[in-house]
Nanobody, 121 residues
Framework: QVQLVESGGGLVQAGGSLRLSCAAS????????MGWYRQAPGKQRDVVAT???????NYADSVKGRFTISMDNAKNTVYLQMNSLKPEDTAVYYC???????????????WGQGTLVTVSS
C-alpha cells in the first residue's frame, strides 16, 4: 500500500510565492517519477511539472521560468516552488507518482488528495 499527501497550499497575493510538498509513504522500493497537476474550477486537470528519477524535468509553458520542481529521494518527497504567482495559477494542485513496490513490480498510478492554491489579484 502507498499514499501521497500534499501540503503547502494557501492564499497568496499576485506576485507572491508558495512551496508545495508531496510526501509518499508505504511500501516503496523506489520512485520512477513524480509530477504536479492542477485543476481549476470547470477546467480540465493539466500537467504543471514532472521529474524523473534521473532528474529530468518538464514544465508546462505557462509556468516555465516561475515554477521549479525538485525531489528529495531520502524523504520520498517532491516539491514545487512557485514564484511570481498569477491569479490564473489558482487551482487545486495534485501530486502524482510512478512508484516501484519491488524491483519488478509497480503500483497502479497513485494521486494525492490535492491542496488548494488561491492567488488574489
Amino acid at each position: 500500500q502507498v499514499q501521497l499527501v500534499e501540503s503547502g497550499g494557501g492564499l497568496v497575493q499576485a506576485g507572491g510565492s508558495l512551496r508545495l510538498s508531496c510526501a509518499a509513504s508505504g511500501s516503496i522500493f523506489s520512485i520512477n517519477a513524480m509530477g504536479w497537476y492542477r485543476q481549476a474550477p470547470g477546467k480540465q486537470r493539466d500537467v504543471v511539472a514532472t521529474i524523473t528519477r534521473s532528474g529530468r524535468t518538464n514544465y508546462a509553458d505557462s509556468v516555465k521560468g516561475r515554477f521549479t520542481i525538485s525531489m528529495d529521494n531520502a524523504k520520498n518527497t517532491v516539491y514545487l516552488q512557485m514564484n511570481s504567482l498569477k491569479p490564473e495559477d489558482t487551482a487545486v494542485y495534485y501530486c502524482n507518482a510512478d512508484i516501484n513496490r519491488s524491483l519488478f513490480m509497480k503500483y497502479p498510478e497513485v494521486w494525492g488528495q490535492g491542496t488548494l492554491v488561491t492567488v488574489s489579484s
